[in-house]
């Protein structure tokens, strides 16, 4: 079953002063798609997902979502289409795991971040849904890293974005942590209609879970499925 | 919701201990007003002397908005540094903005000195020169805030430019002579009632406005608790934001050294206190809590400073950083846990 296109890259190319990609990337992602993005340590997996949130400027291409191009509309707005959650939670001084959630409508909300019943509704629609009830009124501080990893997840989909971006979410959980962590995931991205996108260190893991992987190597990104990945070569180059 | 009605119940606390320690305040200076004749005068039931209400208004009412406004401008450049540096060491100063404003006072007091015989400085000039210094600094990290990203290498840019500066004004003390370093000196102690009420009326409106200018960027700060590249995926424009609150920053601890010298600690300490009694990270929250909480500690180190010693009046620095330390670490010890 595929989804429509949410995500569509054209022409892309990222990186700081020099790009990191010899050929820009054409790629697209559906609603419902878990993507892994995969690459060695300084291929570029960070740069990328800090071009597509626009923490950098693209060198050249375009981004859009569900159809609206990224550089047409302004930083607000966009985060409306796309949502991030770091690999490392800040551990602010006494904010409440339901104010980090709460961050999520900020792009609905006013300049007083004042939120209305149909907020509140969907913050506690999610809050249930990912079963945090008993530690909305924990301290950030309190919980663990992978409470406050669920938190920070929590939050995005809260923001109600067609697109999800993880920057190495399985990176500070165990082995079992980072399974659970994962296809809950898969199960957000196909229940809730989402494309979620994960960069990941953790290959064995991401390949039982994803739908796609994103591979970047060579300097050039290409789309394959789990299959080909595996049994195209890749750990054996490296080996 | 429950907790909005803490909040509203703390609010009406703190509000009633500024207004206890106003009241407390008014009272207590060279000549002191009996309580009971202030009370009485506020609920209309008699008259005060002349002579009381001479010495109010000429030179109580000036001291204690002084005190009020200075304590809460502090504040809350105290509570924005802290997030906009992600550093809860961060306080009004780091920025070196009141170096600057030494530094200007310091030509003008020090410098007069070199090519004068007697250091006789209007305290108008003073004002003037601790803006400039206040101004020049800003500009310096302003510039560097636009083109550096790292937040933390402003941090260490505006300590060295503290260091800097301050170390200018050591040479120009040693170059100057004893009754002129001396006059510095006691600026740099700090003191509330140099301040005429006059120049409140200018401070009052520029601290004011100040304050409720940052209070509109609550919601970005909020969110930039999260982490830098976290906000900026939210669509928050973080050289931008720096740059205002900066200014913010800069404008109210300027004004506030320039008419009452720097003032040490409170910008430190308040917003721990108020994050501490609110137990909340919410800058909608904090920022007015903070100019509450800020302006009644400013009070209690004024009351203090007026009555511990009968023979004059304490350099109010030293009264608030003496009474105040033990307090903070107090809080920090209970607080340990959520202290970075």
């Excluded at chain 1, 196909?190 to 994960?198: A, L, M």
């Excluded at chain 2, 601790?130 to 941090?155: E, K, T, Y």
Aim: hydrophobic content about 50%; some cysteine; aromatic content about 8%.
């Amino acid at each position: 079953m595929m989804g429509e296109v949410v995500l569509n890259i054209e022409g892309l190319v990222f990186g700081h002063k020099a790009p990191l990609v010899s050929q820009a990337v054409d790629i697209s992602a559906s609603a419902g798609d878990f993507i892994c993005l995969v690459g060695r340590n300084g291929t570029g997996k960070t740069t990328m997902l800090s071009t597509l949130i626009g923490v950098k400027k693209p060198l050249a291409g375009h981004i859009s979502i569900c159809g609206v191009p990224l550089d047409r509309i302004s930083a607000r707005e966009k985060s409306r289409y796309i949502s991030f959650v770091p690999s490392k939670v800040e551990a602010v001084l006494n904010m409440r795991i339901r104010d980090l959630i709460a961050v999520g409508r900020s792009p609905y909300t006013n300049i007083f971040d004042r939120r209305t019943k149909a907020d509140e509704a969907i913050i506690e629609d999610f809050i249930q849904k990912f079963g945090l009830s008993d530690i909305v009124a924990s301290m950030i501080t309190e919980v663990s890293d992978g409470e406050r990893q669920k938190a920070m997840i929590c939050r995005a989909m809260v923001q109600q974005t067609p697109v999800i971006l993880l920057d190495e979410p399985t990176a500070f959980l165990d082995f079992f942590a980072k399974r659970k962590l994962l296809s809950d995931l898969k199960k957000i991205a196909s229940e809730e209609n989402r494309c979620i996108i994960f960069s990941c260190h953790d290959l064995e893991i991401a390949a039982k879970y994803c739908s796609h992987i994103w591979l970047l190597d060579d300097r050039k990104l290409e789309s394959v499925t789990v299959d080909e990945f595996l049994n195209g070569g890749y750990f054996s180059k490296y080996q | 919701m429950n907790r909005s009605l803490s909040y509203i119940i703390k609010y009406a606390l703190i509000i009633f201990a500024l207004i206890a320690l106003a009241i407390l305040d008014v009272c207590t200076g060279s000549n002191k007003i009996p309580l009971s004749d202030i009370m009485d005068y506020i609920f209309g039931s008699s008259d005060m002397s002349v002579d009381y209400q001479f010495t109010i208004r000429e030179f109580r009412l000036a001291r204690l908005i002084t005190a009020m406004i200075a304590g809460a401008a502090l504040s809350v450049s105290g509570l924005l540094m802290q997030t906009i540096f992600r550093n809860p060491l961060a306080g009004p100063y780091v920025l070196g903005i009141s170096n600057g404003a030494s530094l200007g006072v310091a030509v003008i007091v020090l410098g007069s000195g070199m090519f004068l015989p007697s250091a006789d400085v209007s305290n108008f000039a003073i004002l003037i020169a601790a803006g400039l210094g206040a101004a020049a600094v800003l500009m310096l990290i302003l510039a560097v805030s636009l083109r550096v990203r790292d937040i933390l290498s402003i941090l260490i840019v505006g300590i060295l430019v503290s260091g800097v500066v301050a170390s200018v004004v050591n040479v120009m003390q040693f170059f100057s002579n004893e009754v002129n370093v001396k006059s510095y000196v006691v600026w740099t102690m700090g003191s509330l009632d140099s301040v005429s009420f006059n120049d409140s009326v200018v401070l009052i409106p520029v601290c004011l406005i100040m304050c409720a200018v940052l209070y509109m960027f609550s919601k970005k700060l909020n969110i930039l608790l999260l982490g830098e590249q976290f906000a900026v995926s939210m669509g928050l424009n973080i050289k931008w934001l720096r740059v205002i609150i900066f200014i913010g920053v800069s404008v109210l601890t300027g004004a506030v050294t320039a008419f009452c010298g720097p003032l040490g600690f409170i910008g430190l300490a308040v917003p721990h206190i108020s994050r501490w009694i609110f137990n909340t990270s919410d800058h909608f929250v904090l920022v007015p809590a903070s100019m509450i909480l800020g302006a009644a500690f400013l009070l209690c180190g004024d009351i203090l400073s007026h009555t511990l010693y009968s023979q004059g009046v304490l350099p109010i620095n030293a009264v608030i950083s003496i009474l105040g330390a033990p307090f903070i670490i107090w809080i920090v010890f209970k607080n340990q846990r959520t202290v970075i």
